[in-house]
Nanobody, 111 residues
């Protein structure tokens, strides 16, 4: 059964950094765009960033210049490096690919 497995969330102070990871099967990783979404309490789920199979990237305006999405082709893993975090980045972050969602990982930015 295909699945996406996320890791790396947690509590961080404003201005801090976190790295999220999403592990996928080789089939999914090699053939599909990999994306990160987030959902804050009371808000709709929104796209944060995605990366194509050839490495092209796309970011939400709210995270441009602060977040970086990348692919580790040896480990079939996508990373989301988050820097200069703000309280408004607090949300559950989800990995998505090929109609599959990860279980979600909580990111809380608070002093």
């Amino acid at each position: 059964q295909e699945q996406l497995v996320e890791s790396g969330g947690g509590l961080v102070q404003p201005g801090g950094s976190l790295r999220l990871s999403c592990a996928a099967s080789r089939f999914i990783f090699s053939n599909y765009v990999m994306s990160w979404y987030r959902q804050a309490p009371g808000k709709e789920r929104e796209l944060v960033a995605d990366i194509g199979t050839a490495g092209s990237t796309n970011y939400a305006d709210s995270v441009k210049g602060r977040f970086t999405i990348s692919r580790d082709n040896l480990k079939n893993t996508v990373h989301l490096q988050m820097s200069s975090l703000k309280p408004e980045d607090t949300a559950v972050y989800y990995c998505y690919a090929r109609f599959l969602w990860g279980q979600g990982t909580q990111v809380t930015v608070s002093s």
